[in-house]
């Protein structure tokens, strides 16, 4: 095992081209601090990482840190993600995605992987707001969000993503904000150590399209002790319900739902990589043809 | 040749296809190698089910249009079917649904409840009554029965079976053959273990017809052959969790029909452009769009030539029969790993679901291939710059490996570029390793004759007709060129063996003539297109007539 490496050495090599303001800076900063973290308090190899981007200005957060990562397409990095963690189950599988990205496009790949319970972490960098095709509403935007393809602003309403997650089956929900990093930060490390399927919505700043920092400041409260019963259902679903994404609420912040249940990927045998002579196996379910 | 042609039709799920491969067994004990076809419509219950099982002394892979006994759960399976009776046909049916047809009459509902007997087990008269029909003895069938039979039904089985052997008579007989007895197995079974032999450890596969049968053949051998097999929610989550096991080092196949790889083209393309390995079957069915679901055709070879966004090497082989199918599954996995590519192994229904004599021994195996391994030392470069194009391969997990992959246009490292020089080298090494490949496949058997050189006239086809083709050009005297791999396409291969060609015939289950198209690209004369697209493979009988006119 390699040693532990500071946080800083994280940091790639690679341009940063994020608008001046952007809230991904903090979503990557504080991954950068819990990977970091958790390898040295829990003893993972940081090679043991892998980071999955899809497409928007979320992806290139796995451009900017120096571990593993499979910068894939739009919408698809969880059914890799599963993939990846069935092949190899050392590893810890990290999915940032955007809101256009896996609410609209890959929708069906979270709800599944939520209900088989995926041994993933799925980080939604949730702007509201189509940033690198310069501004369209995405499904949680609010109801009236004038984007550049509804000038006329959008009459639909925006979908709980927490609700949509709790209901598919995840067995971690938490909530997220790129004004209050220290929290961001931990709730990242108790997703990635969640043994099953771990999902963090994370309020992000976007400080082109859709600032809504001072909206944030005003309606956001940091859930505390006895807020959420996190291994009830019922608990947790009162409190998702809390804030539609659409109308003035309290806007809670952590972890709503925590609960522990068989994992997907251990239903299937590991087999010992080049141990396994399959050509002889072949051969005998043939002869067992004859 | 000995050759013996039978029929058997019914409803659907009254196991006809079952019954096919016992009646197929009767034949392979006695030293016979089978093709069976299966012709079945989309729907569960009801309708007209049948299978055409050919038996000859030699090997085949195609059915004729005549038969020399036909089983007859229903008065439909006898009249559908008026073309193939002739003079010599011996007809069986079921007296209780078809009395007054033609032949001998068993009166299947009766021999069923007086043996307290299932609905099922009316299979296994019919085949009592074939086997004393063709004078094949008792214990030939009772064998047949005991191998394919769950124990617990087999007493039923057996009496039913000894009532249909007693209604009849004894019409003519088949003779042993001199040949071991080899097992029966399907284009998509064979494939899935040509695969497993390549070195496979994971199948993902959503269900479409033709291919559903090598999900449920591996996922039923998942634990005999020590791989995982896993069904997820759409073939864009197929594709995807394939390329995630092989990013991070698990060797994957996924399985389709056109459909399903239309949804894959995003996920073939990223395959393409990360170098992430894939291996694909695509069976195909006539489309467009739903088409005929359970029948065949050869309409999407441009597809998978050409899917997905941006230019990137692929290797397709299109699988003539089960050793081709078995031994090309292997070599398109171990292809796909050696340069990194996305690797189509072309079927369609009349191979995927067609039933032949697998004789495994008489395979030979193309040379294992390894893939390109980081060595352990220095900073580890995904895509770092070869002569080959092929970049060592490392997966996460490793020390000292970062392990950067990349759907963008990537540099050495897969970290996004939009630089022009690394774009256009990126793209160059992508090409670069299509270069490789091809030079490697000219070691390969790539263009496949049968025939003398020189005979004046020449057959060309791909794929599943290489059987129907073979027999009818030899009945009239031709020589047949089958190109296996169609991409690279083989071109000094195929050079060579078009010399002299002759008279040129381009036999295809299609309406365009596919093939024709991309020899007409790449500089050939395909000759005449002799073209079926009515979702049914060519009769050999029939294939002969049509050429017969081309080259007359």
Redesign the interface.
């Known amino acids: 095992m390699t040693p532990a490496k500071p946080a800083g050495t994280l940091i790639s090599t690679a341009a940063n081209t994020w608008c001046p303001g952007c809230g991904n800076f903090s979503i990557q900063h504080m991954m950068k601090s819990a990977i970091a973290e958790l390898s040295e308090e829990e003893g993972i190899p940081i090679e043991n990482f892998v980071l999955l981007g899809g497409i928007g200005c979320h992806g290139k957060l796995v451009d900017y840190l120096n571990v593993n990562s499979l910068y894939g397409i739009h919408g698809r990095s969880i059914p890799a993600a599963t993939g990846i963690r069935l092949a190899n189950p050392d590893l810890k599988v990290i999915c940032h995605v955007g809101d256009g990205d896996i609410y609209a496009e890959g929708l069906d790949h979270l709800i599944f992987a939520a209900k088989r319970n995926s041994d993933i972490t799925v980080v939604v960098h949730d702007n509201r707001v189509y940033g690198l095709t310069t501004g369209q509403y995405t499904p949680t935007s609010p109801t009236g969000f004038r984007g550049r393809s509804t000038p006329g602003g959008i009459t639909e309403h925006p979908m709980n993503p927490l609700e949509v997650m709790l209901a598919a089956g995840a067995t971690y929900i938490a909530r997220g904000y790129t004004g209050k990093i220290r929290h961001l930060k931990d709730l990242f490390k108790e997703a990635i150590m969640h043994r099953g399927f771990s999902f963090v919505d994370v309020l992000q700043i976007c400080a082109t399209y859709f600032n809504l920092t001072d909206y944030y400041n005003a309606h956001t409260y940091e859930l505390q002790e006895g807020d959420v019963e996190t291994g009830g259902f019922e608990s947790a679903f009162g409190k998702i319900r809390e804030w539609d994404y659409d109308r003035d609420a309290p806007i809670a912040l952590g972890t709503f739902y925590s609960v522990k249940k068989p994992i997907y990927e251990e239903h299937f045998p590991v087999f010992a990589a080049g141990r396994v002579d399959r050509r002889a196996l072949v051969r005998k379910v043939v002869d067992g043809r004859r | 040749m000995a050759e013996y042609s039978i029929l058997i039709g019914g409803k659907a799920g009254e196991g006809i296809n079952t019954a096919g491969l016992s009646i197929a067994g009767l034949f392979s004990r006695l030293g016979y190698r089978i093709y069976m076809y299966f012709d079945y419509p989309s729907l569960i219950r009801g309708g007209h089910n049948f299978a055409i099982i050919r038996a000859a002394d030699r090997a085949i892979g195609a059915h004729r249009t005549p038969v020399d006994v036909l089983l007859a759960f229903d008065r439909n399976s006898i009249e559908n079917h008026r073309e193939r009776i002739h003079d010599g046909t011996t007809v069986i049916h079921d007296a209780s649904r078809a009395a007054g047809s033609e032949g001998y009459g068993l009166p299947l509902s009766t021999i069923l409840k007086e043996e307290e007997a299932p609905p099922i087990t009316g299979n296994s008269a019919m085949l009592g009554a074939l086997a004393r029909v063709a004078g094949i003895g008792e214990d030939i069938l009772e064998d047949v029965l005991r191998s394919s039979v769950p124990e617990k039904h087999l007493p039923a089985n057996l009496r039913v079976a000894r009532r249909g052997y007693d209604a009849v008579e004894g019409v003519f007989t088949v003779e042993p053959v001199d040949a071991p ?5 399907t284009g998509n079974e064979a494939a899935g ?1 040509g695969l ?2 390549g ?4 199948y ?1 596969a959503y269900p479409m017809t033709p291919t559903s049968n090598l999900l449920h053949y591996l996922a039923g ?1 998942a ?6 097999v ?1 069904h ?3 073939e ?3 594709i ?11 060797r ?1 196949a996924v399985g389709t029909s056109g459909g399903g790889f239309c949804l894959m083209t ?2 073939l393309s ?1 395959a393409g452009m ?1 170098e992430i390995p894939v291996t694909i079957v695509m069976g195909q069915r006539p489309g467009p769009s739903t088409g005929i679901p359970t029948y065949t055709s050869q309409t999407d070879l441009h597809f998978v030539l050409s899917a997905g966004q941006g230019e990137f090497p692929r290797f397709v082989v299109a699988p003539g029969d089960l050793e081709e199918a078995y031994t090309w599954s292997a070599t398109a996995l171990m292809l796909s790993w050696k340069y990194q590519i996305p690797s189509i192994i072309l079927t369609d229904k009349t191979l995927a679901e067609g039933a032949y004599s ?1 004789d ?1 021994e008489a395979l030979t195996p193309h040379p294992d291939l390894e893939p390109v391994l980081r060595d352990g030392a220095g900073e580890y470069r995904r895509y770092a710059p070869t002569e080959s194009g092929v970049s060592p391969l490392a ?14 246009a990537h540099d050495e490292a ?3 570029t939009e630089d022009p020089v690394v774009v256009r080298e990126l793209q160059d090494k992508l090409l670069r390793k299509g270069e490789s490949l091809a030079a490697e496949l000219a070691a390969y058997p790539t263009v496949k004759t049968y025939g003398a050189r020189g005979a004046g006239m020449t057959v060309i086809c791909w794929g599943s007709e290489k059987w129907a083709c073979i027999e009818a050009a030899e009945n009239l005297g031709a020589r047949v060129v089958q190109p296996l791999v169609l991409s690279p396409f083989p071109v000094h291969a195929w050079n060579e063996t078009m010399i002299g060609a002759g008279d040129v015939a381009c036999v295809e289950n299609n309406a365009t003539g596919q093939l024709a198209r991309l020899l007409r690209e790449q500089g050939f004369d395909p000759g005449r297109s002799v073209l079926k697209y009515d979702g049914r493979p060519f009769a050999v009988d029939e294939l002969e007539a049509r050429l017969g006119e081309v080259f007359a």
């Open positions: 007895a080899l097992p029966v197995l273990l497993v032999h070195g496979l450890e994971s993902v051998h634990e005999d052959l020590a791989i995982k896993i997820p929610e759409n864009i989550s197929v995807l969790m394939a390329l995630g096991l092989a990013y991070a080092g698990e994957a995003e996920g990223l990360a697998f495994i997966f996460p997990g490793r020390e000292g490996a970062v392990v950067k992959t990349n759907s963008y897969g970290f996004t």
